[in-house]
């Protein structure tokens, strides 16, 4: 199922590299042969030095733990950071790729493509909120619907091609010269396709969720799939390439390459909608991916203090569920920024993927050289490898689609301070938090002063002037006043003194309608007077509790203020006093 | 500057009218000259009609009051919730029309056409919660400026016209008959059209705002302000007429007239850049009249207990903030609904418009009726002729734009469903807090027991047993313990008997990383048992406040939750011991 990443990327990787060569004319296309080649064999070094990782870091690697350990922490923040952005793109990518699946067969939703997307991902992560890993199974039936449906359209286009049943439509033939052609653009192309090894990392990242030898099966998955991606990819850009396919605004060119094999009419409608579909529903898929890694990543950041306690909070998978969240809202504010194109995310993608790789596979690299010695080289070969390619692509992206990138560098900056102000934050801390040797701060105190703010005389009110009592020596109600409800407010003081006569009951007058700032002036000044008589302060907010959770939305905005407000005070605790509603 | 609305209505009023009827080939534009005159007739009898309304309720009307004090409670709840979806529209059209107007003079910003939306409502909302009214004297400089540029376009227009300078290039002359022109068709295009006409309610709602004689002035600017709209709007449909300029998808009509009127040569191409940042910047001004309209009547509806409290929360504006924060967040979950096209806006923005227009028209003639008597024809014509006219657009959008505008019918009784439940529960929540006849709940406890949560032993749980000893005549000191931490667990408890020697230390177990339900069934127990003996029982959860406060999403997760699930509990209070860090 980790394979999905990898596999669905042939939805958009031909046409990425079909639309820069477009930039010369239709007649440049056939370049894009070529360019698969390339990918497919840079494809196989990288599932080999990747193997390499899955056999060192057998627990679940990951850009971040190697390029860490092996590197440094700044490293491994770079690779991490990288990452936390990369898998938003993934989802991104994907579910824009996925709403492309769904508009090229339903033209009549084009116009809401990125409302589409944006659905998708809610739906994803709403899934995942509800513990989707737990019940993967029925996963797995996109995955190889869209495995046999692929299998199916190379085996059809084949045979139409062999039997003569489809017509030879290239643009240009093999090998024809295209004036304007350089190797800046053929770059360009390359790295373009290159977004499709992305999915190479998602399972080194996710090593722990195999079956026993887990390293093994893991090894062997990646090996599977490279070879499965590798006779997709080459088949459909060969077969885009025959059926002399152009990319279109509205329609992908996967979506026109199987329109055209399975024939568009009778039986072949079907399989082409199945087709649509089985597309849409692996990038769905892949973008759920990003929704397993990037929890987990930010919870070992987390863990290392570089991001919010939050995503590792204990219990309840709720740290899980903080990083399910910021993940779709992070992949939602991208889409909306991007506009939901897949072409202007994949350069960004690519780059977010490739400086983890070059990291990770430098820090494997330098883990053998201390580990083994002068012998390292026959163990670090196919990581160097690794590397040599994925430093060249960073390159090849840096030099020739800055444009497109540019953003990376922008953010990373941001991130990395991120990361360390927060670190520097908790350290500073914890350094606060801790006893001091001798120091022991037990002061005692006599008593407790309750101030309980009251509106009106109502059961809650009651209610909270029976705690107050419990629990303080000196009981204070206190009652804002403002000019306009001054006879009313009057009425209130002789209605609390019928039910509580021997309760001092203070009016504070406000001449606005502001209430915080009179209440947080007559506390201090309690504060001030109870400090004095070693009394402990305490401000008692009542509010009732509505049977439905949902209902507080209608209530008690006033008390959330003020006990926001007052929670910044030195020497005063503040309580709620909560009534429960019975209906 | 209220008139913004209405004059920014021509940057988009002829290009929605020459879209329907383009559906029949550019040679049925000329229809948009008599069409545009209809609609002038009618901005001239709605005008007539809402001034009525300013002199009846010079303390401000607006439909929804209108409707409410003379025709009933539900009519006035359809108006007010129309019009709560119709000032989101207006932010929404208003924005995406700026956007539209930015990037036809800016191509290359095409592709970020509903980010721009996205941006500028964001501005326009921190702008209006930082109290934008208060200084909206700098608002004026766009509106007179558009009011300028859009006096030379036309006078440059007319001019070149009568010189002969700018050539005639009609699509087909005036009165030529174009097969397949319909009444359903035109009754169409002036449907779209009418959009215009919205902006006359922002006048009547905004009556307190005028100099006084306020009555009298908000009805001469109406007056002024139809005038200037009825010269603009028929000025820019004659120039497109002459012009013959066909809309496209990526440059306004208005974009295209400017640009040939102007020549885009020279200083006309400065005129031309002038005149659409006046418009971009007339649309922002526009939307803004949204956020003034809307934060009041939520209060409004907040007032009669239709809309939660929040809207009407006193003091420091906090309750206008919340309206002004849920507009901006409606209009762009709506932009990116309709992918950010004010032609898929327009015609649920005219029929929001018109269904609170015909109910307050409706109002106002019952009015003249009670009030009046038999002779109430005399002051009622003009409001029975704005009814009229209003009732007619309605129906026409209702028969003929039914596939544009069925959301309307979806989202209306959803909005009446929740008004009604508001009300409901606010009423029920009433009665549960009424102290009854006779029924006084005054319990007298004898004593509190306070449950302390211990984590570590630090500056904080000291400070926090403390304040426990200040109020409990009994305190326990809580510690969660999990099978994996039982060691350090251990090391907790010595050492905090070596502060506390006579508290009571209970480590509770649990044998899985969920902490809160240990802690409540612990929690739950110990209430029972303080129950029977009269005591009351607090839960202190201890936290810290960082001294910034955006550093609190970094702390404190834990305690946020152990408060909420606590807080469903009966007869525990739970309260928060703060210790505030200093650096």
Sequence with gaps: MLSSDALSSIAYGTEQIVLVLMTLGSAAIWYSLPIALVVLVLLASLTLSYRQIIHAYPQGGGAYVVSTENIGNMAGLVAGGSLLIDYMLTVGVSVAAGADAITSALPVLHDYNLLISIILILVLMLMNLRGLHESAGFLLVPVYTFVVMTVVLILVGGMRILTGDMPYHATNSLGTTVSGMSLILLLKAFSSGSASLTGVEAISNAVPFFKKPKAKNAAATLGIMALILGIFFSGI?????????????????????????????????????????????????????GFSAFPMLSYNLAKNKYMPHMYMEKGARLGYSNGIISLAVGAIILLVIFNGSTERLIPLYSIGVFVPFALSQTGMVIKWRREIGKKFWHKALSNLIGAGISYAIVLILLIFRLPDIWPFFLIMPVILFLFY????????????????????????YTGNTVIVLIGNVTNVSIGAINYARSIGDEV???????????????????????????????????????????????????????????????????????KHPWQNVLHNQMSIRMRYYLSWRDNIIVSSYSYHLKK
């Design 237 to 289: 850009t060969f077969l885009n390439y025959w059926t002399g396919v152009v990319p279109t605004a509205h329609v992908t060119v996967l979506s026109q390459v199987a329109s055209q094999v399975f024939n568009f009419s009778g039986i072949g409608k079907t399989f082409y909608y199945i087709f649509q579909f089985a597309t849409a529903m692996i990038l769905a898929v892949a973008a759920n991916t």
């Design 421 to 444: 102000s927060i670190k520097h934050h908790y350290t500073n801390v914890a350094n606060q938090l801790r006893l001091q040797n001798g120091e022991v701060v037990a002061r005692t």
């Design 476 to 546: 204070i109600a206190m009652h804002v006043s403002t000019q306009e409800t001054l006879d009313k407010d009057k009425e209130v003081e002789t209605e609390f003194h019928t039910y509580f006569p021997d309760v001092t009951f203070s009016m504070i007058e406000s001449s606005y309608r502001d209430i915080v700032r009179p209440v947080i002036r007559y506390v201090d000044l309690v504060a001030k007077a109870s400090d004095k008589n070693d009394h402990t302060l305490t401000v008692l907010v009542p509010q009732f509790v509505p």
